[in-house]
């Protein structure tokens, strides 16, 4: 029953990361997010104690809300990507051969490190898709989910191997880090001293 | 009372009090007093050892544990916390000289605070997460008020972030090369993981794109406080790997991989140096050359000693510092710091143009300045190995040296005759007079600076001292 709920975490991180990756849409970005979040803790509780692992979901959600207040705050410029290229068609067959090569490269990357395939491929699916969205964006907000996308990915691999209190408590610090930077990103055109 | 609170947590706090004062100079002036004391502290007070004032002892103990970490500094690391706090002072002191936004004392005293915990940290891996934290700070230092983010400044926000993963998991694999030495195919891959985030966390070649971009689109100022204290950090980071494991400083790849990489950016970054312009740009060029002597002065110690590499310390954080103060007084006043728009500054703003071109030929390594010494130092161990890489690393050298000719003729060239001024306020004299001065005084006596590094290797215990 767990192998299966592993497996259907697995199949709602992709969905979320692909669709971060295709819309364009705050809301949904952060709505994804946050379900994104949900699928990485219950891959981080089967190496860790739940009330840790519930701490991950709880900073990620976070990140969500401040995220999603600071887009509500800030004005809204309507800006569009400026780079090439934009299509839709084209994130899904990059995303496509990210599914694909982080398939072929969990199944010797799971031996290696003895972990389950649904949560090495994850992880790895989760860095690629953060990697991707870092190469096609240039907008701060789209950024900052690549990066926090990114560091789930790692995160999830990373909690297999290692423990720490402190580790746990510094990854969390760095994610609301992350999402504070991106709250400031999308203010900082309003006056400093306003 | 622990070494930990006092160089870490009191400063850590002090910097989020310091964000409440209105007046910079209030502020400015905490702060000073304040690392000053940190940094006599750091100079006179030994850790572990009880001192005896009449009735009452004192004791300084050098750990503090924190969530079953614990953050170490002892008596070995206290020359290096003088330098860094110390160097804090000046540029904490001479922000109050131009019109540097006021946030960069407080936000400056924190990621000192939280770069000295990267340095103390054990397990010492973890240093990556308290750098990254110190990354995220470092963002409303080098954002504009009122404008959005620009390139270098997201660049700089990815590249650091990147590199915690790949430093944090190659601590894990270390482990299992201490229980495995023998497996070649994981020391490999180890090396790529290490490789990989100190790449990215120094800006090596070639992840070093946004140093020049940011360098042209935020405060010169803050950028240069930041490249100076993240590439030193960095630098002393990666040295306590090579110091920790036997495997990785004896490897024979490693000489080769930090000399190629050193003369790379010295290349690239001379060479782009050259063609530039944009004097924050070329700033960004100069530190990425440094960097690249750093690794050569590296490679050339890292089996013998590693006096080379500390000498570059005091005339890079001074020629650094000055560069970023002229460059922060032309920037409050022109509207550009292109080269074009700069024609004829010598007549009115001398000291400025001469602090800036001088910190420029300091890190050339021209005779009789700051960087000389320790950059010929550096050319003689390259040239006792390789002929081809001295002649690259001169090439590299050229091209910032050109790139300063270049100012200077701009600099001097008016188009009408216009008469001699100085506009630098009295305060901007007194700190560009200072930089000039001790620039040429270090190039002159090399042997003063001794004095302040001489305790240095006493941090690593492996290299030879």
Sequence with gaps: MISVLNWIALLAAMVTSIGLLLHQNWRWGVGLLAVQYLSIFWLVQTHWPVSMAAAKLVTGWMACVILGMANMNAETSGDTEASWPQGRLFRIFTAGIIVAATFALSLRASNWLGLGMPLTWTSLLLIGMGLLQLGITSRSFRVILGLLTILAGFEILYAAVESSVLVAALLSIVNLGLALTGAYFMNVTQDENS | ?465
């Design chain 2, 1 to 465: 009372m622990s070494a930990p609170v006092l160089w870490i947590f009191l400063p850590f706090l002090l910097a989020g009090f310091l964000f409440l004062p209105r007046n910079q100079k209030v502020v400015a002036l905490v702060a000073c007093v304040f690392t000053l004391i940190l940094t006599l502290a750091a100079w006179l007070v030994p850790i572990d050892t009880a001192l005896n004032f009449g009735n009452w002892s004192f004791k300084l103990s050098s750990s503090f544990e924190i969530l079953g970490r614990r953050l170490i500094l002892t008596s070995a690391d206290r020359s290096l916390l003088a330098l860094i706090y110390g160097s804090s002072i000046f540029w904490f002191a001479s922000s109050l000289a131009n019109k540097t936004p006021r946030r960069i004392i407080p936000l400056g005293l924190a990621i000192t605070s939280l770069l000295v915990a990267a340095l103390s940290v054990e397990p010492f891996l973890y240093a990556a997460l308290l750098i990254e934290m110190a990354v995220l700070l470092s963002v409303p230092l080098l954002s504009t008020p009122g404008k959005k983010p620009g390139k270098g400044l997201i660049r700089f926000l990815i590249f650091q972030t990147l590199a915690m993963p790949f430093i944090l998991f190659s601590g894990w694999l270390l482990a299992g090369v201490d229980a495995n030495p023998g497996d070649l195919g994981l020391v490999q891959q180890v090396t790529i993981l290490i490789g990989l985030g100190f790449s990215f966390l120094l800006a090596v070649f070639p992840f070093y794109s946004w140093i020049p971009m940011l360098a042209e689109e935020a405060s010169p100022f803050a950028v240069g406080f930041i490249l100076w204290m993240f590439s030193t950090v960095t630098i002393f980071f990666g040295l306590s790997f090579l110091d920790r494991y036997t495997w990785l400083r004896d490897s024979p790849s490693l000489g080769i991989i930090l000399i190629s990489a050193g003369i790379l950016m010295i290349v690239t970054g001379g060479l782009l140096a050259a063609f530039q312009r944009n004097l924050g740009r070329t700033m960004g060029y100069a530190v990425i050359i440094e960097n690249g002597f750093s690794l050569l002065a590296i490679s050339l110690g890292v089996k013998s000693d590693l006096s080379i590499f500390y000498m570059l310390f005091i005339p890079r954080v001074l020629s650094l510092l000055l560069w970023a103060f002229a460059l922060t007084i032309l920037k409050e006043n022109y509207s550009t710091l292109n080269l074009d728009n700069l024609k004829g500054l010598a007549h009115t703003w001398p000291f400025v143009a001469s602090g800036l071109v001088l910190a420029n030929l300091a890190l050339v390594g021209m005779p009789l300045l700051a960087g000389f010494p320790s950059h010929l130092a550096i050319w003689e161990g390259v040239a006792s190995r390789s002929l081809p890489a001295l002649i690259w690393i001169l090439v590299g050298s050229l091209g910032l040296f050109i790139n300063a000719l270049r100012t200077i003729f701009n600099f001097v060239t008016v188009n009408e005759e216009s008469p001699w001024g100085s506009r630098e306020t009295i305060l901007q004299h007194f700190f560009l007079i200072i930089g000039i001065v001790t620039i040429f005084l270090i190039g002159l006596f090399p042997q003063w600076t001794l004095l302040l590094w001489s305790n240095l290797p006493a941090i690593f215990t492996h290299f030879v001292q």
